[in-house]
């Protein structure tokens, strides 16, 4: 389990407000509140804004050539946060073809 420092509501929102600008900027950031409600320790929310971030994944590789781009089945940065929260014996709700379950289920193992 995780433990949670003070300022990590304040850090949450300097990466929200980050990944605002590069929106701006044209290109994504890592899943910021992904990020956060895995530090607050929030598996509840931790699945839900999983789920928005698989979407949000999809969505933007679905625009014109994006779609042939290596990146597109998999996001390195979701999967990786998805498998530590795993690794730390939360259950993981969310089923997509973005996110490897046999993947997933090897995290157990270790």
């Not at 929106?23 to 950031?29: E, I, Q, V």
């Not at 956060?36 to 994944?57: I, K, T």
Request: glycine letters at 4%.
């Amino acid at each position: 389990m995780w433990t949670t420092a003070s300022s990590s509501g304040a850090a949450a929102q300097r990466a929200l407000q980050e990944a605002e600008k590069a929106k701006d900027w044209g290109f994504a950031m890592p899943p910021a509140v992904l990020l956060s409600q895995l530090v607050e320790g929030d598996e509840e929310s931790f699945n839900l804004a999983l789920a928005d971030a698989l979407e949000a994944h999809r969505a933007y590789y679905q625009v014109a050539d994006r779609a042939d781009d290596p990146d597109a089945s998999v996001n390195l940065d979701i999967l990786a946060l998805a498998c530590h929260a795993r690794r730390g014996g939360w259950t993981i709700r969310v089923e997509s073809h973005y996110l490897p379950q046999d993947l997933l289920r090897a995290v157990e193992t270790f």
